[in-house]
């Protein structure tokens, strides 16, 4: 099973936990609230390591590939020229910045309009995250860069094929010239 539908069945399985907790009950409702930030915390904790571990390896292999041209464009993508440790620290900052909008959605709906079952599931798909996330597997978890996590990083879709970056030799080849033609 993919991650999004993964991440749907944790979902659908919370919202009916969450149901059975009494969060009208002051104490539990400061539980559920703790565990919330402590999930988060980790997250971020988790995060932060991952960089520092990137920016150690300083891994500056070349990586190549055409960004994926957006849905409804005809225009092909662009080529993009990093190293590998710029891609991850890349990555591992587009999850970062997932968290902090997560935790800013979950402050109005908890704060402003007292939604309490969120912070449960928040807190689990949190957690969820750091297990889907490729740089964490890759540089925490020791797991190789094939496959699945073969750098540039395809998105699974829900139902449909992994989309992402294009990496084949005449695709790069394609790029490079459509780049050297607007320079002229």
């Known amino acids: 099973m993919n991650s999004g539908a993964q991440n749907l069945v944790i979902s659908l399985g919370a919202m009916q936990l969450a149901r059975k ?11 559920v609230r703790a565990g919330y930030v402590l999930a988060q915390v980790i997250v971020l904790g988790v995060y932060y390591y991952v960089s520092l571990v990137i920016k150690r390896k300083n891994d500056q292999t070349v990586l190549k590939y055409v960004e994926a041209p957006p849905s409804m464009s005809k225009e092909p993508g662009n080529l993009v020229t990093t190293t590998v440790r710029d891609y991850d620290l890349s990555e ?20 402003y309009f007292n939604f309490t079952q969120p912070l449960f599931i928040q807190a689990l798909m949190g957690i969820k995250g750091l297990y889907d996330a490729k740089p964490v597997s890759i540089h925490l ?7 699945e996590l073969k750098r540039p990083f395809k998105v ?16 790069i080849a394609e790029a490079e010239k459509r780049a050297s033609k607007k320079e002229e």
């Not at 907790?21 to 539980?31: A, T």
């Not at 999850?95 to 979950?106: D, K």
């Not at 978890?141 to 496959?147: D, E, K, R, S, T």
């Not at 989309?163 to 695709?171: I, K, W």
């Open 21 to 31: 907790i009494p969060f009208e009950d002051p104490l539990v409702l400061n539980y």
């Open 92 to 111: 591992t900052s587009k999850l970062l910045r997932s968290v902090y909008l997560s935790i800013a959605m979950m402050a109005v709906m908890h704060l």
């Open 141 to 147: 978890l020791g797991n190789l860069a094939v496959g």
């Open 156 to 171: 699974a879709g829900l139902f449909g094929p992994p989309t992402g970056p294009l990496t084949d030799a005449a695709a």
